[in-house]
């Protein structure tokens, strides 16, 4: 091991003790986007009222029998979108439904952003 390769893990290490220290905290460490449902609002997860919506839907038309490439088509055709401004896939609605049926591990600490409101606003969200 080089001094360089030394140095480099130290910095991950130290880095990986800052993430570990701020999850025990019950705070968002930051790996790669949070998920859909939920946004980062000054390091701490929260749900996304628009996203927790489109959720609801993937899930009523799930329950109703339809299949992962029926749902995504329905949430293209009414322009709904993915956390990135892309379309859906069957991929990205089999996703959200491992997640709400816990078949993906959730991340646990995540406060509603608005405690006045629980029902989100009824519009078009995510519409392009």
Do not use: C
């Not at 910095?11 to 790996?31: D, F, H, N, P």
Request: aromatic share 8%; proline share 5%.
């Amino acid at each position: 091991m080089t001094a360089h390769n030394a140095n480099n893990q130290s910095a991950w290490e130290r880095l990986e003790q800052g993430r570990q220290a701020k999850a025990a905290k019950g705070g968002y460490v930051g790996y790669g986007s949070p998920p859909f449902g939920q946004r980062s609002v000054k390091g701490e997860l929260v749900e996304d009222p628009i996203e927790t919506q489109i959720i609801e839907l993937i899930r009523r038309h799930h329950k109703s029998g339809k299949s992962l490439q029926k749902i995504a088509d329905w949430l293209n055709y009414h322009g709904y979108t993915t956390k990135r401004g892309q379309q859906w896939h069957r991929i990205s609605v089999k996703r959200v439904l491992d997640r709400l049926y816990g078949k993906t591990p959730r991340i646990v600490g995540v406060n509603s952003q608005s405690q006045d409101s629980p029902e989100p606003p009824q519009s078009n969200f995510n519409k392009q």
